[in-house]
């Protein structure tokens, strides 16, 4: 526990976010254990202090503001292994262990959690995000790998979501409830994750393409081809160019695709075949694909690194980082019409796709400094959100929506949506402790 | 609508259910439209009038039962496919459509739907129970093949729970909290279905083993070879046996393995032989496999119609189908052990498990006019409950909660999992009117 002034500031600073901060928490928390946890919860319920579940503070959308003061929880403490069962192919973890520490742990045993958000993550965030990353095309986001959680709720008792069966239907999925939920609902103090075998074998391919359509084009034929692709990564013109500043690097600055195929050495193969089979029949050119190890690092490196490549252009400069998702069939239409609003911007902007799940990242970059540019990259986001909602798409794939993205929910969602999310957070945290002023709508009544 | 006796009297029967009907409703009406259904809802919630959603009742654990009269809403004249995205690989149907009638519909355009639960059942009920099936292996249960529902809430209003995008990170998840509430939050009215390819090849698979531990283990090793299967079904030797008489077969009367394994050509066939090795190495014996469509046909219905061939053997018994689900290592011993409680039994009891999930069936036939028996059987599933709970599993894997399993929730979930329900419940059904008596324990209370 501290109340120390620099601990204060770091806490209620977004690490990764471009929203601003308008509050520090009054006081940090370090629990060790769920015990610690529930204590924490029910003296902040007694007396209505509001709470900040805080991991990896990864998060882009203002998750981890301290928008009221209040007592900030740093579960990353509680970083450990409680469980293997490698015949069951899942871990039983405490929510501070980052992704990428798990994996690490796992891999002598010939297994892997498969969700890649940026590094720094922990699995407890994730949960609480619905994070997904490159790979959900093939293993589904967060709502898909989790097995049960151990929630601390606001009156400060532990819940367990559901039994370690993989399968159950057993009553209300509140497993499902509580990952997406922010923090608004609980605390995340257990997780039970399901694990994948590593694969056998991989191919990692790129390809180039004359436009992003014609790119967008095959990550959607590629889907439609029946081929279970491991990873489909869309990077346009100018994300090239920060990769070879960053890198020194001489990649063609054009529309580029990134693939990974898996399975048995045969299949990997395989399915390379059958899409550069695709990709030539779009206006694809030099296919390059690698099947070593190191080879195939180099290349992943590559699309690992995007984000802070693009640093590399502007130095200075934060990120504003957006994240719609439509039905595949929108997504060429709408990659096209923000690659025009992004072009003609005075910004710096540059475009991310997981294309095979429809969903669309940019990142604006901009002077903080600036009023006007922030207000431009605002604009900017505003743009394809509006757009990717007319198109049936959501303002926010993977991203969640913390403060940022708030005011699109009534648009996307509809009031009867809010009223029945709100109807359920005042009747599990009726104090409204939990994370309050993120999720809902303030302006949400009945 | 109808007050006709005879209709009433068929709606609050328990179709496929060894539960007793205790009442029947007041009155059955069969809505045409999600404006017709929620002006039925308000009218009962004004009048605090239970209702009871109604589909294709082929649910087993009596969730259709009308236990306090009201409103049986028979959804089964709502049956249209409202959009066919072939792009996007997804459908908008409603409610009363079954998921055999759907699949015709999708064949000409190459897709299905993954999930196949009994004949009859239609695509609202699945969403209802949660349910999933023998494919669940590979594709998932039915939370993970629904983008977005339309729900009528108890208060008539009709919410939308998510946009069209496969992914998103929008609010609480509104979509899986809605799948498996068995009809205690809303009706559903309509389903956005994320749809498959048809596998472009496939293979069927059977193998004998001595021991039905021997054939367990062998599920197990499959799916610990990271081979994706698309189906792996354990039959017992008396299920064997109910097959043979009710076909006029001579299959070899031991435990036995079905597989599917789906993919290119090339890569079904490969799967097929590491899956025939891995069976060599634990005793497996009379691996064959059948490539060609009606010979895949052939050996597939032996499966499909397992239950049936049950009666063959006790034409006028009725069946108690057990459906407890366990972590994939605990699998061998509690069919071992709930094997050698069944074989002591008076009573006829055969095997089916969807062994690669951990889920484990037993059809358990006794004489309904004979009280004595139907309490054995009772005793044959409490049994298999309870050695499911000690292994940390549940007590229904895919058949739901309905009024059968209610009493197993605290043992497998904890009070503060029912607690949670309950303030759910209340929160969005404050009358008690949606299917009232169903998946939460009536002794929940703060």
């Given at each position: 526990m501290t109340m120390d002034e620099d601990e204060r500031y770091v806490h209620g600073k977004?690490?990764?976010?471009?929203h601003k901060a308008v509050n520090i928490p009054d006081i940090v928390v370090y629990p060790r254990s769920e015990e610690e946890v529930s204590k924490i919860v029910k003296a902040c319920n007694m007396h209505k202090v509001p709470i900040v579940p805080y991991g990896g503070?990864?998060?882009?959308?203002?998750?981890?503001?301290?928008?009221?003061g209040g007592v900030c929880?740093?579960?990353?403490?509680?970083?450990?292994?409680?469980?293997?069962?490698v015949e069951d192919m899942d871990v039983v973890v405490e929510p501070g262990i980052g992704w990428m520490e798990l994996n690490e742990y796992l891999e002598p045993y010939g297994l892997f959690f498969p969700l890649d958000p940026g590094p720094g993550a922990t699995i407890g965030g994730m949960c609480a995000t619905r994070c997904s990353g490159s790979l959900a095309v093939r293993y589904g986001t967060m709502r898909d790998n989790v097995i049960n959680l151990k929630v601390v709720l606001a009156d400060g008792e532990v819940m367990k979501t559901a039994s370690r069966a993989r399968k159950s239907a057993a009553g209300y999925d509140l497993t499902r409830l509580m990952i997406g939920s922010e923090g608004t609902l609980g605390v995340i103090t257990g997780i039970t994750l399901r694990l994948q075998k590593l694969p056998q074998s991989s191919v990692v391919a790129m390809c180039n393409f004359p436009t992003i359509k014609d790119a967008a084009d095959v990550a959607i034929a590629t889907m439609h081809s029946g081929i279970q692709v491991s990873r489909v990564e869309l990077l346009d013109e100018v994300q090239i160019r920060a990769i070879n500043l960053a890198n020194d690097k001489n990649l063609p600055e054009v529309p580029t695709l990134m693939f990974e195929f898996v399975g048995t050495e045969a299949y990997a193969r395989e399915q390379t075949q059958v899409v550069q089979k695709i990709a030539s029949e779009h206006?694809?050119?030099?296919f390059v694909f690698a099947e070593e190890s190191e080879e195939k690092k180099e290349l992943w490196k590559i699309r690992k690194e995007a984000l802070w490549a693009c640093?590399?252009?502007?130095?200075?400069f934060e990120a504003m980082i957006t994240d719609v998702c439509v039905p595949l069939s929108h997504l060429a239409e709408l990659i096209s019409r923000s690659k025009k609003e992004l072009d003609a911007s005075p910004l710096t902007c540059t475009v991310i796709a997981h294309a095979g799940d429809g969903n669309f990242h940019t990142v604006v970059l901009f002077d903080p400094t600036r009023e006007e540019q922030r207000q431009e990259a605002e604009r900017l986001n505003h743009f394809m959100v509006h757009t990717a909602l007319s198109m049936e798409g959501t303002c926010t794939g993977e991203h969640g929506v913390g403060t940022g993205k708030m005011k699109y929910l009534e648009k996307e969602l509809g009031i009867e949506n809010l009223w029945t999310m709100k109807r359920i957070k005042d009747a599990l945290d009726p104090n409204n402790i939990m994370n309050p002023g993120k999720l809902i709508p303030s302006n949400v009544c009945f």
């Open positions: 977004p690490q990764n976010s471009f503070a990864t998060s882009i959308e203002g998750h981890t503001l301290s928008l009221n929880i740093d579960m990353t403490l509680m970083n450990r292994v409680k469980a293997l069962h206006n694809g050119s030099d640093f590399a252009m502007e130095p200075n």
